[in-house]
């Protein structure tokens, strides 16, 4: 006679069934190409601020702009072009923005290599959970990015939204899970990626990445019993199987 396995209902009420993960310095390299970018503007105006300036002016018209054009690399370029002729007094040199859309173009077709470990990982998470892309960013670039990773059939479904606040990831967790209770966001940016995902009624894990865009720095929330920072995204599969 075999012997019966009790399942306890309220455990099984609490497994995580459902992983959000961001895309861009989670499952391949981003800011990186941006911060190459940056030198090469400011190469192009060294004539007119020293880098600390342009950087800064920059980052500036980046922030006012984000309403307008969102987030990626088209908006980046705008705001370059923006910057440039601000400090020209609108005279910026057509050889300068011809340097500018190029460097654009070369970001839109930068090839893509998920980062070390990232195959493994989502490889074994998607044998036990559904994976759901929840990233920031143009929706033709982003789309053109997944698909390039290779990545893309690991995925029940990708969410390419303006923003990430707490119903963003309330409503993406309905739409593709049990609910952000039952739910875990991984991603690189603490504000976008964890904080929001915390306050929604999720897990969060932070698996940080070199550098990061300061429009993204936050405190961590240390203590809060849902959240876990992990050294890299190899650690998420143990994590999660230990959660509920």
Known sequence: MSESVFIDPSREAKRVTTIGLDADDTLWHNET???????????????KADPDVLMSRLAEVETRNLRLYGYGVKG???SMIETAMELTHGEAPAAVVREILAAGREMLNEPVEPLPGVEAALAALSENYRLVLITKGDLLHQEQKLAASGLGDLFVAVEIVSEKEATTYARVFDRHGSGPARSLMCGNSMRSDILPALE????AAHVPYPMTWAHEHA????GHPRFAELE???DLPAWVAGLG
């Open 33 to 47: 190409l941006f911060r190459l970018t940056q030198e090469r503007f400011c190469d192009l105006l060294s004539d």
């Open 76 to 78: 980046f370029t705008l």
């Open 200 to 203: 929604a009624g999720a897990w």
């Open 219 to 222: 405190e961590a929330p240390l």
């Open 232 to 234: 890299t995204i190899g």
